[in-house]
């Protein structure tokens, strides 16, 4: 038996909820439309597809967190960008905001997609933005298709 099970991303009939941070509007604005893109390409429909924004990467978690346990979203998608400057406080939100996303997808059992860009400069921000949201959208939908082959597989017990 294969612990890794063959999935193909068809995400048609999956909730997605888009959280995107508004710090960094531009770069947020191309993860935004890599993520939105993947999740067309996947079958999603628009209409299951709810978008919000936060002020930055470290409110995040939180919105994460209102919409899973909601329970009306099969998988989250996290978008964001930090970029460093001449502080320390760079690490410290490019470390909680990871550790607030991860929890919330393992306490509320929620599958996340984590596309939040950590960056040294503008310009890895710039070439890497499209292609970080599609493929955190493209996280986000297997996480969720793993979790359903399971439950469909071992059940709920």
């Known amino acids: 038996m294969s612990l890794q099970p063959t999935l193909k991303l068809r995400g048609a009939g999956l909730r997605i909820g888009v959280v995107t941070a508004r710090f960094n509007a531009p770069i947020c604005e191309k993860l935004l439309a890599g993520a939105k893109k993947a999740l067309a390409e996947m079958g999603v429909e628009p209409s299951d597809v709810t978008e919000i ?24 998608v996290a978008l964001g960008c930090v970029v460093k ?3 320390y406080h760079f690490e410290v939100v490019c470390n909680e905001s990871a550790a607030g996303i991860n ?17 040294y400069t503008d310009e890895q921000a710039e070439s890497r ?9 493209q996280a986000a939908v297997e996480m969720a298709l793993i979790q359903e082959w399971a439950l469909n597989q071992y059940g709920e017990e």
């Open 53 to 76: 924004t936060v002020p930055g990467a470290l409110e995040i978690p939180l919105a994460l967190q209102t919409l899973a346990a909601s329970e009306a979203f099969d998988a989250l």
């Open 85 to 87: 400057g001449d502080t």
């Open 103 to 119: 929890r919330v997808g393992l306490d509320l059992d929620v599958a996340i997609g984590n596309g939040v860009l950590t960056v």
């Open 129 to 137: 933005a499209a292609q970080k949201g599609y493929e955190a959208a």
